[in-house]
């Protein structure tokens, strides 16, 4: 079985440097270049008003930050749903 290998959708104008010196709260700074980071968000919004971002770390220890395009699989999800609601439809509750 061969997986396929997700596209990197790198967020433009998104920019994140952690600050090794900075106290142990701050864990690091997120720049944005507007005009970049505004067009990438309105090209990028989802359906319910987001625009998924994560921050991950490179091979090479560097930051970068990449457009989260997980998608659940619906036919698990409803599975999983499914399994629950026949719990509880026939869990014997005392109340």
């Known amino acids: 079985m ?3 290998k997700k596209e990197i959708v790198f967020a433009k104008g998104f920019y994140f440097k952690k ?4 106290p142990n ?3 690091g700074a997120l720049d944005l270049k507007s005009e970049d ?4 968000i309105q ?3 989802n359906n319910r008003g987001y625009c998924n971002l994560q921050i991950l770390e490179s091979r090479s220890g560097g930051y970068y930050i990449e457009l989260d395009t997980f998608k ?3 036919s698990k999800r ?3 749903a499914t ?3 026949q719990e509880r439809d026939t869990d014997d509750l005392p109340f």
Not at 19 to 22: D, G, I, L, N, V
Not at 37 to 40: E, S, V, Y
């Open 43 to 45: 090209d990028n919004t």
């Open 19 to 22: 600050r090794e010196k900075s």
């Open 78 to 80: 409803d599975t999983a």
């Open 83 to 85: 399994r629950l609601r």
């Open 25 to 27: 709260f701050v864990v």
């Open 72 to 74: 659940p699989d619906s």
């Open 2 to 4: 061969s997986r396929e």
């Open 37 to 40: 980071a505004i067009k990438f």
